[in-house]
């Protein structure tokens, strides 16, 4: 066997025993009630296995991996900010249909669909950005991955919250 077969062979090995203790390390906090500081914990487990998944779907080497990984952060923060923004706007709508002000609602209909725009806008632009780095091919794998790990997970949160309920 030569030294990249090899090479790979142990990043896989590796990539999977981590999503192993991951997924078994879920388990133990989900076995626990559910409190506040657990869901930060899992919320960063979550994120670790779809960084993993993401690594070995893409087969990335680490330099890629380190610079893949930085846009998407910044991405994210980008989108953080922009839905923070747009949900100022729904709560600023919500104190007006219970204080009886009136106002010009498409104003504000409009300022929301322009920060909709600005959040699909900065998407594109980001998985625009990879194409230094992934081919067209990756960009498609990843985002239809982004969908179905998005999916799966709201599955996972439904599926532990009917557990919940015949539990009590």
Excluded: P
Excluded at 54 to 59: A, G, K, V, Y
Excluded at 100 to 124: A, G, H, P, T
Excluded at 142 to 160: A, G, P
Aim: net charge positive.
């Amino acid at each position: 066997m030569n030294t990249k077969t090899s090479n790979r062979l142990f990043i896989k090995l590796l990539l999977t025993f981590l999503a192993i203790m991951l997924i078994f390390n879920s388990f133990c906090l989900a076995q626990n009630n559910g409190k506040i500081n657990e869901w930060g914990r899992m919320h960063g487990k979550i994120e670790q296995l779809e960084k993993i998944k993401i690594i070995e779907l893409l087969d990335l080497n680490e330099q890629t991996t380190l610079k893949f990984f930085s846009r998407r952060d910044s991405h994210r923060d980008e989108q953080r900010r922009l839905m923070d923004k747009r949900d100022l706007l729904y709560d600023d709508l919500n104190n007006i249909f219970n204080s009886n002000d009136e106002i010009d609602y498409q104003i504000k209909i409009n300022e929301i669909f322009n920060i909709e725009k600005e959040m699909l806008n900065s998407r594109e632009k980001f998985f625009n950005s990879l194409k230094d780095m992934f081919s067209t091919k990756q960009i498609a794998e990843l985002i239809v991955f982004e969908s179905n790990f998005r999916k799966e997970m709201r599955h996972q949160f439904i599926k532990q919250g009917e557990k919940r309920k015949f539990r009590n």
